[in-house]
Every structure is written in structure tokens, then in C-alpha cells.
């Protein structure tokens, strides 16, 4: 059963940056796409973007400017970085495995990022 | 960027009865591999989402048979043939036919 689990820091400063990483386990990282989604407090969906294990990228243009999603075979992971924070950026980010077709079949539990001084 | 419309933001359900869920997509989301991009998901209470159901009617592993989608082009709806406790909980439909990948904005189901 493939697991995912998000990690860093819960609270970030505004205009700092935002650092995730996703562990995956139960499963190798190779031969799928791995994306990020997130949630705005009592708010829906956001799709942030997505990498397949080669290292191509891609973003959700709202968001492009300051998004770098990353992988790191070695250690199955891949993580997120978010430059330029505000308020508007604090959501609940999941990390999920993402097939060819687009679907996302398994999600992390979610980290909640709260950005504030 | 593809919007998605779910009529209903809240659906009470008496338990055992049946549930349909809406969505409409601003653009055809029908490939022209003949698969309609079109996800389902759900959310329960303090969890993270789960698929339900992919390419518009394929129900993904462990999801119970009483889940059905249906649709094409740009209105799907997502069925529950008999509604249990369990299956509260905010439903998405989501398109991965084009970048950005876009959800509409949920149904939340929930037990009369």
C-alpha cells in the first residue's frame, strides 16, 4: 500500500518561503507523476502542480512565478517550494501520487501551513 | 482555465436512499482517446480526499459498486445508488484534460 506523508514547517513568515517535502513509502517514486493540491481554510481544491520522477514540471499558471516542485529519487521523495508568501497562501497542502490520466489515487493526510508574522 | 459547476453545495440524504451529484465543465472534457477526463472525489470530515471514480465512470480499487459515474462532454453526475452513514462528506469533481487541473467547488452530503 503506497503511503504518502507531507513535512516542514507549519508556520511560515510573509514573503518568505514555503518548504515542503513528501515522503513516499510502500512504493517507488519512478514511472508516476507526483502533485500538489491545496486547501484553503474552509474553502475547495487547489491544484498547485505536478512532476513526473524524470524532473519535468508542471505548474498551475496562477501560481508559476513562484512555485518550484522538485524530486529526489534517492530518497523517494519530492518537495515543494512557494516564494513570495502571503495570508492568502495558508491552506492545508496535500501531497498525492498522480497517474497518466491525471487522477490523483493516493493523497497524503495534508500539513497545515499557516502564514503569519 | 476550465471552470467546473456543481449545482448543489449541500444535498441531505435519508440513509438508504439514493443521491445524485452534478457537475458541468465550461469546456468539452471528452479526449480524443474516447475517455472523458473526469474525476470524482470525496472528502470526509478531518480527511484528506480519496478517488472515487476516474475517466468519468471507472470506480477506482475498494470503492463500493453503489458509486456510479456517468456523463460525457461536459455534464457528469456521480450516483449513490443507496446512501450509507459513511459516505458523508464533500464530494469533488475534478478535470485532468487540461493544465491548470481544476475542482469544482464540492457537494457536501449529508444524512437527514
Known amino acids: 500500500q503506497v503511503h504518502l506523508q507531507e513535512s516542514g514547517p507549519g508556520l511560515v513568515k510573509p514573503s518568505e518561503t514555503l518548504s515542503l517535502t513528501c515522503t513516499v513509502s510502500g512504493g517507488s517514486i519512478t514511472n508516476y507523476y507526483w502533485s500538489w493540491i491545496r486547501q484553503a481554510p474552509g474553502k475547495g481544491l487547489e491544484w498547485i502542480g505536478y512532476?513526473?520522477?524524470?524532473?519535468?514540471?508542471n505548474y498551475n499558471p496562477s501560481l508559476k512565478s513562484r512555485v518550484t516542485i522538485s524530486v529526489d529519487l534517492s530518497k523517494n521523495q519530492f518537495s515543494l517550494r512557494l516564494r513570495s508568501v502571503t495570508a492568502a497562501d495558508t491552506a492545508v497542502y496535500y501531497c498525492?501520487?498522480?497517474?497518466?490520466?491525471?487522477?490523483?489515487?493516493?493523497w497524503g493526510q495534508g500539513t497545515l501551513v499557516t502564514v503569519s508574522s | 482555465d476550465i471552470v467546473m459547476t456543481q449545482s448543489a453545495l449541500s444535498l441531505p440524504v435519508t440513509p438508504g436512499e439514493p443521491a445524485s451529484i452534478s457537475c458541468r465543465s465550461s469546456?468539452?472534457?471528452?479526449?480524443?482517446?474516447?475517455?472523458?477526463?473526469l474525476d470524482w472525489h470525496l472528502q470526509k470530515p478531518g480527511q484528506s480526499p480519496q478517488l472515487l471514480i476516474y475517466?468519468?465512470?471507472n470506480r477506482a480499487p475498494g470503492v463500493p459498486d453503489r458509486f456510479s459515474g456517468s456523463g460525457s462532454g461536459t455534464d457528469f453526475t456521480l450516483k449513490i445508488s443507496r446512501v450509507e452513514a459513511e459516505d458523508v462528506g464533500v464530494y469533488y469533481c475534478?478535470?485532468?484534460?487540461?493544465?491548470?487541473?481544476?475542482f469544482g467547488q464540492g457537494t457536501k452530503l449529508e444524512i437527514k
Open positions: 498525492s501520487r498522480t497517474l497518466n490520466d491525471g487522477n490523483s489515487d493516493y
Open positions: 512532476i513526473y520522477y524524470s524532473g519535468t514540471t
Open positions: 475517466l468519468g465512470s
Open positions: 469546456q468539452s472534457l471528452l479526449h480524443s482517446n474516447g475517455y472523458d477526463y
Open positions: 475534478m478535470q485532468t484534460l487540461q493544465i491548470p487541473y481544476t
